[in-house]
């Protein structure tokens, strides 16, 4: 068992508000541009599918490169990994600011999403393994948890401080700020404390897949993803063509993202002596309610109603689901990086095939046939993960450990 370093007599806690930090920042850089995105489809003219694919360009990062990051985790150190992430992450902030094109906005938020993939899987790996007295599920929730506040500011700074000359000038202070953070990652974290790694085996991210509890997690998470994705395509250039401004629309996001933080942060309360398959059934077939909203009151109000409470929804989904990867992830004789690294990847996957399929769906079946298949979607994961369940895992799973 290796022994690697945390920091220089920092407490866990320590860990925990810094890479939450380093999240949270990230997840500005990803939020802000979506309120931006009427404007933005007017002034590059570009149609629905090109935004689509605007939307998921991190996704398409982080989908090939979060299990890696888990391995590189374990062979170099996970702050190694978080920071080199982190400043990536900032010089590919500062990029889209500055070439605000559409090619240039697709390159630089695919490389956004590679080193995003980083912090995601290193920084919560690397704030677990401090947790010796903590179980990992939690100490990886409360990190994740603080990253999604990132979704509350992010929308309404992207909205406030665009100007009709510079729609991206928010990526400017969001890069600059991750930027001096890193920096003072890099400066607080030297040796001194350590922390119990392994060196990763060739079996680790096979062996996971083994556990009931762990399938079910990847199925929760990208279900929950490619669902979340309407209110990034659909829903926003619904209120877009509705006469909503961006800084309106922005407003809306961080309320919705207000509701994801605090969903992720008690979703381990919701429902906690139930199986893992009820668990996630509900917390989908809530998010295929939701997205029902904006179908059922095609209005103003029925699309801002679906907006704001989507991420609810998603942020209880996200929270379970990373638990039962990462615990599903150990049980099976894996490790916390890779079940992390999963829940990076299933996010991933609902993430790019999600806005691209929307954005293809608004432009080729229109808008109310694009929400009902979005419902339906939901709804059948609901009853896959509902049914697995019912066969895998008969009797409730013990999950006291993390509750």
Known sequence: ?????????????????????????????????????????????????????????????????????????????????????AGLTAIALLFTWTLPSYGWIVAARVVHGI?????????PTWAA????????????????????????????????????????????????????LTLV???????????????????????????????IGAIVVMAASVTTAAESVVLVLGLGDRGQSERVIGLLFSLGGLGLAVGQSVS????????????????????AGVVAIALVVPTVTGFALSLVLLPVGGGLAYGVSLAFLTDGAERAGSTVA??????SIMWAIGASVGPTLYGWGLE????????????VAATLF??????????????PDPQEAHE
């Open 338 to 343: 890779v079940g992390v690294a999963y829940w």
């Open 115 to 123: 080193a995003s993939s980083a912090m995601w899987v290193a920084g």
């Open 1 to 85: 068992m290796a022994r690697r370093p945390t920091g220089p007599g920092r407490p866990e806690g320590f860990l925990v508000a810094l890479t939450g930090g380093l999240l949270l920042v990230d997840m500005l850089g990803y939020s802000a541009l979506l309120p931006l995105l009427p404007e933005l489809r007017g002034a590059l003219g570009i149609s629905e599918i090109h935004v689509g694919v605007i939307v998921a360009s991190v996704a398409y990062g982080t989908l090939l490169f979060g299990l890696p990051m888990a391995g590189l985790a374990g062979r170099i150190g996970p702050r190694r990994v978080t920071l080199a992430g």
């Open 185 to 215: 990652g890099v400066a607080t974290t030297r040796a001194v404390g350590t922390v119990d790694t392994r060196a990763p085996r060739l079996d680790d991210a096979v062996v996971a897949w083994r556990s009931p509890l762990f399938v």
């Open 268 to 287: 381990y309360r919701v429902l906690p002596r139930r199986r893992a398959s009820h668990r996630g059934a509900t917390m989908l077939a809530l998010l």
């Open 129 to 180: 393994a401090a947790h010796k007295g903590l179980h990992n599920a939690r100490a990886t929730t409360r990190v994740t948890a603080i990253g999604m506040l990132g979704t509350i500011a992010g929308p309404a700074l992207g909205g406030w401080a665009a100007t009709p000359d510079d729609l991206l000038r928010s990526f400017l202070f969001i890069g600059i700020a991750l930027a001096l």
């Open 382 to 395: 609901a009853a896959a993960v509902w049914l697995y369940g019912r066969v895998k895992l008969p009797l």
């Open 364 to 375: 080729a079946v229109g808008e109310a046939s694009t929400l009902a298949g979005a419902t």
